[in-house]
């Protein structure tokens, strides 16, 4: 039980998938400019995140192991993910219209978020049990969306309140508030693995 | 034609540099430039994948259907990144261990599938080819620049040889995840400073 914890505590704070070992930055600058599309990419994020990380990891023990194709797994890996979003993009319209409109243009851009094909490469490369892949899937989405949502609030923040010099305004100053953030992270270190 | 080809596989080079004129492949510019050999063995991998997956996306874009061509596009780019993988893997084994996970991530590396889907399936083969070396090369370039600025700061070596002041401490903040962040941030505000003093002098 203890080790979970750690697990989760670790891929929360202290190695936070964003901001300290850098996947998933491409959506991470761009959907954080408005809440609402922060928000809307999370929850797709954390959905699209556990499954991938779940069936890629079963695929590889149970078909690219046994065979010895492990010189497929990039391929493989990266046609299930796009195809998972596909059938998720196409099973959510017809079941839940709702969900689909409020999350549907963050689909798409799930396939080339690295953070789910890093995810789904890492719990092989660390040599995660089922459960513990489960876990960690989970607890790194969860990390992504924090990281996502506070930056989401800062950036708001700081378009209706500060003077950003217009050299830095847009990107750039996003970058540097990421990298302030990580800092915070940084603090942590130490606390676990 | 010949200008053509020249034009395309400049812009890549200042122009339409990758990471820094849109926000394209920013992971790994942020991850693996602290030091500028991976930086340099990561960019020359990926002018390989951008120059492959380009020149076979153009050769064949009248026999791709319209539908599935993002699927298409993956498959290739996918094999590219298996090539480098496993070329690395036999004879640059180090940079192999070094790089490790970034490898496979070149998949997912934006800049890859956006010169396939905005530039290699409407253009001929030779364009696509100086568009993708350009493209890579000038990655390479932006992965190099970021490289040197940690790498000095950060341990006082530039490609590992010492070019500091004997005992330079070492400015570790830079070689922190956290220094790559405010680095790249930065050097986007000089580029802005830069473009925007072309402008001017234009008028």
Same mark, same amino acid.
């Given at each position: 039980?203890?080790?979970?914890?750690?697990?989760?505590?670790?891929?929360?704070?202290?190695?936070?998938?964003?901001?300290?070992?850098?996947?998933?930055?491409?959506?991470?600058?761009?959907?954080?400019?408005?809440?609402?599309?922060?928000?809307?990419?999370?929850?797709?994020?954390?959905?699209?995140?556990?499954?991938?990380?779940?069936?890629?990891?079963?695929?590889?023990?149970?078909?690219?192991?046994?065979?010895?194709?492990?010189?497929?797994?990039?391929?493989?890996?990266?046609?299930?993910?796009?195809?998972?979003?596909?059938?998720?993009?196409?099973?959510?319209?017809?079941?839940?219209?709702?969900?689909?409109?409020?999350?549907?243009?963050?689909?798409?851009?799930?396939?080339?978020?690295?953070?789910?094909?890093?995810?789904?490469?890492?719990?092989?490369?660390?040599?995660?049990?089922?459960?513990?892949?489960?876990?960690?899937?989970?607890?790194?989405?969860?990390?992504?969306?924090?990281?996502?949502?506070?930056?989401?609030?800062?950036?708001?923040?700081?378009?209706?309140?500060?003077?950003?010099?217009?050299?830095?305004?847009?990107?750039?100053?996003?970058?540097?508030?990421?990298?302030?953030?990580?800092?915070?992270?940084?603090?942590?270190?130490?606390?676990?693995? | 034609?010949?200008?053509?080809?020249?034009?395309?596989?400049?812009?890549?080079?200042?122009?339409?540099?990758?990471?820094?004129?849109?926000?394209?492949?920013?992971?790994?510019?942020?991850?693996?430039?602290?030091? !500028?050999? $991976?930086? *340099?063995? =990561? +960019?020359? /991998?990926?002018? #390989?994948?951008?120059?492959?997956?380009?020149? @076979?996306?153009? &050769?064949?874009?009248?026999?791709?259907?319209?539908?599935?061509?993002?699927?298409?596009?993956?498959?290739?780019?996918?094999?590219?990144?298996?090539?480098?993988?496993?070329?690395?893997?036999?004879?640059?084994?180090?940079?192999?261990?070094?790089?490790?996970?970034?490898?496979?991530?070149? !998949?997912? $590396?934006? *800049?890859? =599938? +956006?010169? /396939?889907?905005? #530039?290699?399936?409407?253009?001929?083969?030779? @364009?696509?080819? &100086?568009?993708?070396?350009?493209?890579?090369?000038?990655?390479?370039?932006?992965?190099?620049?970021?490289?040197?600025?940690?790498?000095?700061?950060?341990?006082?070596?530039?490609?590992?040889?010492?070019?500091?002041?004997?005992?330079?401490?070492?400015?570790?903040?830079?070689?922190?995840? !956290?220094?790559?962040?405010?680095? =790249? +941030?930065?050097?986007?505000?000089?580029?802005?400073?830069?473009?925007?003093?072309?402008?001017?002098?234009?008028?």
């Amino acid at each position: 039980m203890e080790d979970y914890l750690m697990l989760v505590v670790s891929a929360i704070f202290i190695n936070n998938i964003l901001l300290i070992r850098f996947l998933g930055n491409c959506p991470f600058v761009g959907v954080s400019s408005s809440m609402s599309s922060a928000l809307g990419m999370s929850a797709a994020v954390l959905f699209v995140n556990v499954l991938a990380s779940l069936i890629c990891w079963i695929l590889q023990k149970t078909v690219l192991d046994v065979f010895g194709l492990e010189y497929l797994q990039t391929l493989v890996f990266i046609l299930v993910i796009a195809a998972l979003v596909q059938l998720v993009e196409i099973i959510m319209q017809k079941v839940a219209p709702p969900l689909y409109r409020a999350l549907g243009i963050f689909l798409p851009l799930i396939t080339t978020n690295c953070m789910i094909f890093g995810v789904a490469v890492l719990n092989i490369k660390e040599e995660y049990t089922f459960m513990q892949a489960l876990v960690y899937a989970i607890s790194t989405a969860l990390g992504f969306n924090m990281a996502l949502i506070l930056l989401a609030g800062i950036r708001e923040r700081m378009d209706s309140t500060a003077r950003v010099p217009k050299l830095l305004q847009g990107v750039p100053i996003c970058l540097i508030t990421a990298g302030m953030m990580g800092l915070t992270f940084a603090g942590l270190l130490g606390l676990a693995k | 034609m010949a200008a053509r080809i020249v034009k395309e596989f400049t812009k890549g080079l200042w122009k339409e540099i990758a990471p820094f004129r849109f926000v394209l492949g920013l992971c790994s510019v942020l991850a693996v430039t602290t030091d !500028v050999k $991976n930086g *340099l063995g =990561l +960019g020359c /991998a990926v002018i #390989f994948v951008t120059t492959m997956s380009n020149v @076979l996306v153009s &050769a064949l874009r009248k026999i791709i259907p319209d539908k599935v061509r993002i699927a298409v596009f993956i498959v290739i780019i996918a094999t590219g990144v298996v090539i480098v993988e496993l070329t690395m893997q036999a004879y640059f084994y180090s940079l192999f261990l070094v790089l490790g996970i970034w490898i496979p991530l070149i !998949v997912v $590396n934006c *800049l890859v =599938l +956006g010169r /396939a889907e905005a #530039f290699a399936r409407k253009e001929g083969v030779m @364009l696509s080819l &100086a568009d993708g070396v350009g493209m890579g090369l000038g990655f390479t370039i932006s992965l190099v620049v970021v490289a040197t600025i940690r790498e000095i700061l950060g341990k006082g070596t530039w490609f590992g040889l010492p070019v500091m002041w004997e005992g330079y401490p070492g400015f570790e903040f830079m070689i922190r995840p !956290v220094g790559a962040f405010v680095c =790249l +941030g930065l050097l986007l505000g000089i580029m802005n400073v830069i473009s925007a003093r072309g402008r001017r002098k234009r008028k």
